[in-house]
């Protein structure tokens, strides 16, 4: 069974790809929009999901949230700032790509 952390991340570059796929029909700026704003999710989080497979401490786990959570805002702000995404193809999926969390947990068979 795959941990929740990284089913998360698998579920949110997953829904970043499909839905840049979608959003190619649109226009390629939005595509693009939608890839970047994956890459926003995607990449703190998996590094997230890396390093709490070798954490257990409660205190490390939570620095290491905080930590996602700073990462996050970052390349969001490093996101817009250099590229100006389009609107709704980077916040669309921004926003699809954030629900995993409520997703990720009911993808368990039988786990709780």
Not at 17 to 42: E, F, H, P
Not at 59 to 70: E, P
């Amino acid at each position: 069974m795959v941990p929740l952390t990284y089913r998360i991340v698998i579920l949110q570059l997953c829904v970043a790809v499909v839905a840049s796929a979608g959003l190619m029909l649109m226009s390629s700026r939005q595509a693009v929009a939608g890839l970047i704003a994956g890459a926003v999710c995607v990449i703190p989080n998996a590094l997230f999901a890396w390093q709490t497979e070798r954490q257990r401490s409660a205190g490390r786990l939570l620095a290491l949230g905080v930590l996602r959570f700073a990462l996050t805002l970052l390349l969001l702000g490093i996101a817009v700032a250099a590229w100006q995404p389009a609107a709704l193809g980077f916040f669309g999926t921004l926003v699809l790509a954030q629900l995993m969390y409520v997703a990720g947990p009911m993808t368990a068979r039988g786990a709780t």
